[in-house]
């Protein structure tokens, strides 16, 4: 065994067990050649091991330094937990190279001018004036015309959507979900004690007469959609479909909970749904996706009439967003920061879809040009279960269909997320996930 090898275990053992606090700074590469009286460049090579194995992190110019490993994403309790030197194919947390750097210089400037006493103080439960009028004028970028009266700052995505079927629903209420989709609000909906009724889908949106027909049947209290971008089908709905939803909403009195989470990796998308029907729609969307999911920043855009209530819940549990983390979001989503990141996102999703389809050509997988996730429908006989765990063996993580099938019957399939490894990472483990489907015994 080469002694650098004999070096990166030693090393990865003493990181696993928790030698080092999270943060902690390694020494540097001539140090640690020193130390183990190797060469730097072996020393060098080290590190980028230990990177790879998602155990450091380094940072230009700064120098290498322990990763959080109790921070390791996938560890939802929807989702499986993910080895922390697996590539991660399960969760999409998208980062451009950079970030780290513009967060610090975004906390040197806030700590350099903002008021920073009025952080240490609470806010109003829906946020403040003029970081409300910041997310408002990012949705109008959006296609969404809507006021800072309108809009209500969360702890993400997901913490909208708690808050609006805390106002919209009562216990055992229906609640129209697609056959499959995001793990996150079915829980939610179980949680609340609601009862999420499945609408078929085709790889261009859900079936809608089977929406109308439900709603004929029964009671619908919403709707839970993803027009812009599905996640994990990845379809962006066309104008007539947005206007048949719509339209159905109306006729039935259904509200619509428009999850608009991955809709900034769309250019030139149809209006939201809030736009086609603002009285019914609340509209939910935030910065995990397309800036980070750390900071926990989202957004309600709701029905004038609704926002009282929706202040209500957020008061009466979060009471508000943290300050700090609000003000530096609201910092990027004026000077052109959040704008910025979106537009490389975009094309990093492009480049990564491209690679998938390349290199899964012929698998039958379906997702948008711009999306991070590719959806893997596999033959009937396939077994997912044994082509997720063989991929887990050989440290490649991937979701199969299990936590989006909102029926009892679970589609064969497997959900690839494409944004949280590196290029050269997901070229290697595409290749992979493809020699685990063609070779599966029961294909
Ligand atoms: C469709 C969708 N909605 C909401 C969320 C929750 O995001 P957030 O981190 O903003 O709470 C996610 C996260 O994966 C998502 O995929």
Same mark, same amino acid.
């Given at each position: ?20 606090? &999270? +943060? ?37 110019? @700064? ?34 190279? +950079? ?12 700590? &350099? ?76 909906? @179980? ?154 996102? @975009?094309?990093?999703?492009?480049? @990564? ?34 082509? &997720? ?23 064969? &399939? ?30």
């Amino acid at each position: 065994m080469p002694k650098y090898k004999g070096v990166v275990d030693s090393l990865a053992a003493q990181l696993r067990d928790g030698r080092w606090p &999270a +943060g902690h700074r390694l020494p540097t590469h001539r140090k640690l050649a020193a130390d183990e009286g190797i060469a730097v460049v072996t020393a060098s090579r080290v590190y980028a091991e230990l990177e790879g194995m998602g155990l450091v992190s380094s940072e230009q110019g @700064r120098g290498t330094f322990v990763r959080d490993l109790a921070a390791a994403a996938g560890e939802e309790f929807d989702q499986r937990s993910v080895a922390v030197d697996a590539l991660d194919l399960s969760f999409n947390y998208p980062a451009v190279p +950079g970030q780290a750097e513009l967060l610090r210089q975004a906390l040197r400037d806030l700590a &350099a001018g903002g008021d920073l006493d009025a952080l240490l103080r609470y806010q109003p439960p829906r946020g403040r004036d003029q970081d409300r009028d910041a997310v408002a004028r990012h949705l109008h970028r959006r296609g969404l015309d809507v006021g800072r009266e309108q809009i209500l700052i969360v702890n993400g995505a997901q913490q909208g959507l708690a808050v609006t079927a805390m106002a919209l629903f009562q216990p055992g209420d229906v609640v129209a979900v697609d056959a499959l989709t995001y793990p996150g609000f079915v829980v939610l909906a @179980r949680t609340l004690g609601l009862e999420p009724a499945p609408l078929p889908v085709t790889e261009i949106g859900p079936d809608l007469k089977a929406l109308e027909q439900l709603c004929r049947r029964r009671r619908v209290r919403a709707v839970y959609a993803m027009p812009t971008l599905h996640n994990p089908l990845g379809w962006v709905l066309d104008h007539s479909q947005r206007a048949q939803l719509v339209s159905i909403a109306h006729r039935y009195g259904v509200s619509i909970i428009e999850d608009a989470s991955y809709a900034y990796l769309v250019e030139d998308a149809p209006p939201p749904l809030a736009t086609l029907a603002p009285d019914l729609t609340v509209y939910v969307s935030g910065l995990s996706k397309s800036v980070a999911p750390g900071l926990r920043i989202g957004f309600i855009a709701a029905p004038a009439a609704l926002v009282p209530a929706l202040e209500r819940i957020i008061r009466a549990t979060t009471w508000h967003t943290p300050g700090l983390t609000t003000a530096l979001a609201c910092r990027w989503l004026t000077d052109g920061t959040v704008d910025r990141l979106e537009e490389q996102k @975009r094309d990093d999703a492009r480049l @990564r879809q491209s690679i998938a389809s390349e290199v899964l050509a012929g698998l039958g997988g379906v997702g948008h040009p711009s999306s991070y996730f590719v959806w893997l429908p596999l033959p009937q006989d396939a077994r997912p279960d044994r082509i &997720a765990a063989a991929l887990a063996d050989r440290r490649i993580a991937v979701s199969t269909a299990e936590p989006f099938a909102t029926t009892s019957t679970v589609p064969h &399939a497997l959900r690839l997320a494409l944004g949280s490894v590196g290029i050269p990472d997901l070229r290697n483990a595409l290749p992979a996930v493809r020699e685990e489907v063609d070779h599966d015994p029961f294909r």
